[in-house]
């Protein structure tokens, strides 16, 4: 099962300047037992802005820069490869981003994790719109933000309507 899994904002604020909008360790901490030990496919500049490869998971990136090169990761230079190759992996794996990669990926993911984060933010980046005659919600644990986690948030799960 291919599933995207994304934090978005008010507006579907993904991020800005190759950044994060927020602080929000639950997700995190939440994206982190949901994807590890799957695959995980992303772009080059999503890559960068973490930083290292993500533990317990194998790392796909997606770069069209010629000679870039990055340790623990497994590099690609389309998307269809780096599906190919997760696939390959593994039958479950996650699309992590960024906003490029969820909008070539939304036509074929048949599950989405969404962290809606309450909020209205400054953002250069967004994700597509969830269309509700495509996606139907089918689990949701909503969250008011404490000393940790500076914003209220809700776990989201949606299900494709017509699995292709």
Known sequence: MITIIAAIGNKNALGKDNQLLWRLPADLKHFKSVTEHHPVVMGRKT???IGKALPNRTNIVV?????WFAEDILIVSTLKEALKFAKKINEDFFIIGGGEIYKQTLDVAERLEITQVKGDFDADTFFPKIDPKVW???DESCHEKDDKNNYDYC????????QK
């Open 155 to 162: 776990f989201q799960t949606y299900q494709r309507i017509n």
């Open 47 to 49: 890559y960068e802005s």
């Open 136 to 138: 139907q919600k089918t």
């Open 63 to 67: 770069s069209r820069k010629e000679n």
